[in-house]
């Protein structure tokens, strides 16, 4: 069984580092084409991709988001850790972390798993 | 970064009616488009990838089609608990971007 859950903050005041984790289970983040990446949805509004980071410690980034953001990852863990630096008011989302499993006939690969979200609030 | 369009943003239906909802990508992005279904408070639930195939356990009355630039979400037969937000999302290149959404609501 599969399963990642979101932990970190549900309140940041801004200008401060968010830090959130990923836990997951049911699979293995050493494992040749697995990747784990963030979403977040502001409240009331769409999906919006943060950063993934895939078994070979391969990262992406939203060029958008990108000097904000570092993605990590501890195998051992099996964590995936996001931090998001000077967060802003129009930072308050929800916050996914999600499971991409590239198949052997597939470059690339949509999120499969999802955990339920954690709601970060920023505010001072 | 390859923009995403869906359409409608909104729809009024009735259990039992075929629905259709499109996606369209700035580029051309092969079969690299996945359908997500959202209820609130919940997290996204994919439902097809690669353009047509239907992720397992999913229902048959969802189905997609389309490649290149223009894509479908098909719901043949809408039943209760398909009132939802379906969202399509693009995997071809970085940035991953999602579509603004489509909400199903019960007419």
């Known amino acids: 069984q599969i399963t990642l859950k979101e932990s970190g903050p549900t309140l940041v005041k801004p200008t401060q580092t968010l830090t959130l984790t990923c836990t997951f289970s049911?699979?293995?983040?050493?494992?040749?084409?697995?990747?784990v990446g963030w979403i977040r949805q502001p409240p009331g509004k769409a999906l919006e991709w943060l950063a993934l980071?895939?078994?070979?410690?391969?990262?992406r980034y939203s060029p958008s988001l990108k000097s904000r953001l570092t993605i990590t990852k501890d195998t051992s863990k099996n964590q995936v850790v996001l931090t998001m630096t000077n967060m802003d008011p129009v930072d308050t989302a929800t916050y996914y972390c999600?499971?991409?499993?590239?198949?052997?006939?597939?470059?690339?690969?949509?999120?499969?798993?999802w955990g339920q979200g954690t709601l970060v609030t920023v505010s001072s | 970064a390859i923009r995403i369009t869906q359409s409608p943003s909104s729809l009024s239906a009735s259990t039992g009616d075929r629905v259709t909802i499109t996606c369209r990508a700035s580029q051309g992005i092969s079969s690299y488009l996945a359908w997500y279904q959202q209820k609130p408070g919940k997290a996204p639930k994919l439902l097809i990838y690669a353009a047509s195939t239907l992720q397992s356990g999913v229902p048959s009355r969802f189905s997609g089609s389309g490649s290149g630039t223009d894509f479908t979400l098909t719901i043949s037969c809408l039943q209760s608990e398909d009132f939802a937000t379906y969202y399509c999302?693009?995997?071809?290149?970085?940035?991953?971007?999602f579509g603004q959404g489509t909400k199903v609501e019960i007419k």
């Open positions: 980071i895939y078994w070979d410690d391969d990262k």
């Open positions: 999302q693009q995997y071809y290149s970085y940035p991953w971007t």
């Open positions: 049911g699979f293995s983040l050493s494992t040749s084409g697995v990747g």
């Open positions: 999600a499971r991409s499993d590239i198949v052997a006939t597939t470059p690339t690969a949509p999120f499969d798993y």
